[in-house]
Structures are given as structure tokens and as C-alpha cells.
């Protein structure tokens, strides 16, 4: 994936991201508002009125308001039962390809391209864990205490996005992954003790696999690299390298030459600092043991 330019907005891990609506920024719009036509345009020489056909798919009408104008991404299984009420011959399930592509906000959607091309990822998280390490329920969790607050309907796309881009774990040809935690973040407990409870498990599963390194940065250490907060490199296939770096409200892709450097010599330098994925490992059940 080729990169335009040094500071590029993406989002990872933390929900401080902003709103999306259906094509804010991005293409994603108009297949979204040609799939809502087509909708319409089946319901109506069906002989259905909004009402009618809501009941017959089991959505309200003014779901199905909110679909005919492209002011709600379809879900697959609303396709199917839609294409099927309507006679529509799979006409409208077809789609459902093109919705897949856009279902999701375009920098996360970025963001998953660049994974999918990576054969490395290193990642440092310092206030919550990685996004590609989150449990579902602790993922929706974080969305769910952002502020301003989502609605339901953005946090259940998020969570989506997010859990899709955790397909790099079974990708082949399998990516090397590695990944420092702060103590901290092994502690906070987000969504309540129990997601702790489960998402540390979750932590102590993903690091057992062969291509996977997690290491812990413990609290007590006084020498630290990485109080620049949170960064992400990937080397991609074609021998190239970005880095993300995550702030308040906004986020930078970095791929200037220099400036890599520097974030591979951050990077190289808190693995070094921190346990090792032997001693991590060991420290996550510690921890897990006292939660």
C-alpha cells in the first residue's frame, strides 16, 4: 500500500476517535446510498409501504426510513431476508459484497490494509492494550466509555471493525508480531474484573503462539523509551516501513526515512527494557492470579 504523505489521520486502539457517518471523508458513500436505492426500488414494485415490508423483515419503519436514505449501513442477514421478501432473485443479497467493503469507518479500513500487508508489527501500548490484543467485550468497553459518548449503532461498528482486523493472527504467511504492555494496562480494569479476568486470559493464549511476542514494561523501571506515548511500526512485504503514532483527537503515518529511524531505535529500546516474553508471560499469570 503506497503512502502519500508523513501525517495521514488513523485511529487504533483507544475510542477517542472521530464520528463517522456513512461517506464522511471517504467513497464509501455512494455504494452505500446505491444499495439504499435499490431497496427501495424493490420494495416499491413489490407493492410494500415502508411499514409492510419493515414487519415482513422484522425492522420498524423508520429503520427501514433510515436504510432507504443511507443514513444506516445494511446488515448481510437484513439483505438476505430483504431479497427474499421482495423476490428480488439475490439481486439485493449480491450486495453485500460492496457493503463489506465500506462497512467499516475508511481509517480503519486503512489501517486494516496496511496490517494485512505487513510482515512485521511492533507495537507499544501504554494506557490500554493493543487493539489487536482486545477481548470483544473489553474492546466494547472502551467504546462505551468514550466521550463525547457513540450511540449504539457507531460502537457496534467500531467493536465490528476492530475484531475484523484481529485476522492478522491467522494469516498466512504467518506475520511476526510482537508487542510491549505496560503494567498498568494489565491492571486498569476496564469493563469491570471479570473483562480484566478474561481479557488477561486472553493475553496468556495469544502469547503462547509461535509468531507472537508479548512483553510487559514493569512500573518500577526508572531508564524508559517509550514516554513519548503509544507507537506502532510495520515493515510490509514490498520491504517498506510506516509507523503510527497515536495523540489526542488525532493520529499520525509515518513513513519519512528519519523519522523511522528514530521510531525503530524507540521501539528496539523498550523491547530491551522490558521483561522478556518468557518473564511476561509468567508476570500476566502473576497478575491473573491476584485479580
Known amino acids: 500500500m503506497s503512502i502519500d504523505n508523513d501525517s495521514t489521520d488513523y485511529t487504533t486502539d483507544g475510542a477517542d476517535e472521530p464520528d463517522w457517518e456513512p461517506g464522511a471523508g471517504d467513497d464509501s458513500g455512494a455504494v452505500i446510498a446505491a444499495v439504499a436505492r435499490q431497496i427501495k426500488l424493490w420494495r416499491e414494485a413489490a407493492g410494500l409501504k415502508q411499514t409492510e415490508f419493515g414487519t415482513a423483515v422484522g425492522y420498524g419503519e423508520n429503520q427501514i ?158 531508564d524508559h523509551a517509550g514516554m513519548g506515548g503509544q507507537l506502532q511500526l510495520l515493515k510490509l512485504d514490498d520491504g517498506s516501513a510506516v509507523a503510527h503514532w497515536e495523540g489526542q483527537l488525532a493520529s499520525r503515518l509515518i513513513s519519512n526515512p528519519k523519522d523511522l529511524r528514530i521510531i525503530e531505535l524507540r521501539y528496539g529500546i523498550i523491547r530491551s527494557q522490558a521483561l522478556t516474553p518468557q518473564e511476561s508471560l509468567a508476570f500476566i499469570e502473576k497478575v491473573l492470579g491476584e485479580t
Not at 450486495?95 to 489501517?111: A, T
Not at 493472527?169 to 494496562?185: K, S
Not at 478474561?198 to 493464549?205: A, G, I, V
Request: no cysteine; charged share 35%; aromatic share 6%.
Open 65 to 222: 426510513y433510515k436504510l432507504e436514505a443511507a443514513k444506516r449501513i445494511p446488515r448481510p442477514e437484513f439483505l438476505d431476508r430483504a431479497d427474499e421478501v421482495v423476490g428480488a432473485g439475490g439481486k439485493l443479497s449480491a450486495m453485500k459484497k460492496d457493503i463489506e467493503e465500506v462497512r467499516y469507518p475508511k481509517k480503519v479500513r486503512d489501517l486494516a490494509k496496511l496490517e494485512a500487508e505487513a510482515v512485521e508489527l511492533g507495537a507499544y501500548g501504554n494506557h490500554n492494550m493493543h487493539g489487536l490484543l482486545q477481548t470483544e467485550e473489553y474492546t466494547q468497553a472502551l467504546f462505551e466509555m468514550r466521550r463525547p459518548a457513540y450511540s449504539r449503532d457507531e460502537i457496534a461498528r467500531q467493536v465490528a471493525a476492530r475484531m475484523a482486523r484481529q485476522e492478522i493472527f491467522e494469516r498466512q504467511p504467518l506475520p511476526t508480531l510482537t508487542f510491549v504492555q505496560e503494567e498498568v494496562t494489565l491492571r486498569r480494569p476496564i469493563g469491570g474484573t471479570m473483562v480484566l479476568r478474561r481479557q488477561l486470559e486472553h493475553l496468556l493464549e495469544v502469547g503462547k503462539l509461535r509468531h507472537v511476542e508479548i512483553q510487559v514494561m514493569p512500573t518500577h523501571r526508572e
